[in-house]
């Protein structure tokens, strides 16, 4: 029920805000001029093209990359990833142990 | 009978009146208006003073005249789709307020905590969606900051606020609701065990949502002297006045979140009369946005590796901390 309600009520308002966004355009468009400088892309006074202002979808999370999994993953190489065959059985070992504990807290797997 | 009959009809009162969208109208204008008197002031500024008694209806006039301004939309970029996806997040923000004490009929069920939690992402989705519907560099760049910000810090307010929910569930039988929690969180607060649990979640949960404002130290998105104004910079008239709005929304809703699950609602007036009640959250509400506010004021911009690393490094592992204890204990 809750969902149903939440749900609703988000409903009301998304309808209610979208229809004064388009009364906001009906009522502005009176007075408005298009002209090319308005719809132009803003480069603090540089030229772009559309080209170059568009980015692909792959860009979205670059930051995230950047900042954040590459120093961890440069970090982890180094730490980690020394060669040794006895290394990756001890990581391997704890992989497994933390699966086990994981499984144990989230209460077991029934049995039969 | 009747109150059943009733009941479609008072949700849909709430939802427009109190505390739906007039009402957070009203609210989200007094905060704007005392967060930048207040930030003036610490700034040693005059602050809004022009418009109404000492300028208290400034952010309305500002309002009002992005709403009545034209609409630019750049080349190729989406007309109606950034309207709709802020509407959808004031909506959002608006279903938060009816599962909290201040709804005269409080929507909850239990673990309707998760159904809380998913509302409160959809603003941060909003305004991360915003900077790739134009055509801008600085627009992507500021999504992209934001996306990056957004895995840590609603990772640490969502496990903030998750601490007095699993407290006031296993030991009050709040049932993982935000409501019931609401109701009983002032209880935590007389079991001197988990005081310090309550302490901790409250810093994580204060400087996430520091973040999730996108105020100081955390405006790396929109940081105005390298990327104009982040994912809103191709934005203008009504839509302008609809991130400002969803800022300022996000601002008393989370505030009063962490009024009622961290500072115990209307303690210690649980039983006293309404308007000491009310006075009381008022109150308590005013102290949380004066804090956020010095923390703005007080606090140079950090780098977004900066940022990241004191999220990941302290935060996340603090409130981490406090949840784990407390479903422990």
């Known amino acids: 029920m809750v969902v149903l309600e939440t749900a609703v009520s988000m409903f009301i308002v998304t309808l209610l805000a979208y229809g004064l966004y388009l009364y ?47 120093p961890l993953y ?4 180094g730490k980690v990833h020394t060669g040794i065959l006895n290394d990756w059985f001890f990581w391997m070992f704890m992989a497994l142990i933390i699966a086990y504990a994981v499984i144990i807290m989230l209460g077991g797997v029934s049995g039969y | 009978m009747v109150i059943e009959i009733l009941k479609p009809l008072m949700l849909v009162g709430e939802t427009l009146i109190y505390p739906g969208i007039l009402f957070s109208f009203a609210v989200a204008i007094f905060t704007q208006w005392f967060r930048r008197k207040a930030y003036a002031r610490m700034q040693n500024r005059m602050g809004p003073t022009y418009t109404g008694l000492a300028g208290t209806l400034q952010p309305f006039a500002d309002y009002v005249k992005l709403f009545f301004k034209e609409d630019i939309v ?8 950034p309207a709709f996806l802020l509407a959808l997040a004031i909506g959002a923000l608006v279903a938060i307020l009816l599962m909290l004490p201040i709804c005269p009929y409080s929507v909850y069920a239990p673990y309707d905590i998760i159904i809380a939690a998913y509302l409160l992402i959809w603003p941060t989705v909003t305004l ?27 990772v640490a307010f969502i496990i903030s606020i998750l601490t007095p929910v699993v407290l006031a569930s296993r030991i009050l039988r709040a049932q993982y609701s935000l409501y019931l929690t609401s109701i009983y969180s002032w209880l935590l607060w007389t079991n001197p065990v988990l005081i310090p649990l309550i302490i901790i979640s409250l810093l994580t949960a204060i400087i996430s949502l520091q973040c999730k404002l996108l105020d100081k130290p955390f405006d790396i998105p929109e940081a105005e002297q390298e990327i104009v104004a982040g994912p809103f910079t191709e934005y203008s008239g009504p839509k302008l006045a609809f991130i400002i709005f969803i800022h300022d929304m996000e601002q008393y809703v989370n505030s009063l979140i962490i009024v009622f699950l961290f500072l115990g609602g209307v303690a210690p007036f649980v039983e006293g009369p309404l308007w000491a009640q009310i006075v009381t959250v008022i109150v308590k509400y005013i102290i949380v946005v004066l804090v956020l506010t010095w923390i703005k004021a007080m ?21 981490l901390f406090a949840l784990i204890v407390s479903s422990i204990i």
């Open chain 1, 24 to 70: 906001s355009v009906k009522v502005t468009k009176s007075f408005s001029r298009k002209t090319r400088e308005k719809v132009l892309i803003y480069a603090c006074g540089e030229d772009i093209t559309e080209k170059e202002a568009l980015l692909a979808d792959r860009h979205l999370y670059i930051t995230i990359w950047n900042e954040v999994f590459k």
């Open chain 1, 74 to 77: 440069d970090s982890l190489r």
């Open chain 2, 74 to 81: 750049v080349i190729r970029g989406y007309t109606k789709l």
């Open chain 2, 128 to 154: 991360a969606a915003l900077g790739f519907l134009t055509p801008s560099p600085y627009g992507a760049m500021g999504s992209s900051r934001l996306l990056t910000l957004t895995i840590a810090y609603e």
């Open chain 2, 299 to 319: 606090v140079a911009r950090f780098r977004v590796d900066q940022a990241i690393k004191m999220l990941w490094k302290y935060i996340v592992p603090l409130s």
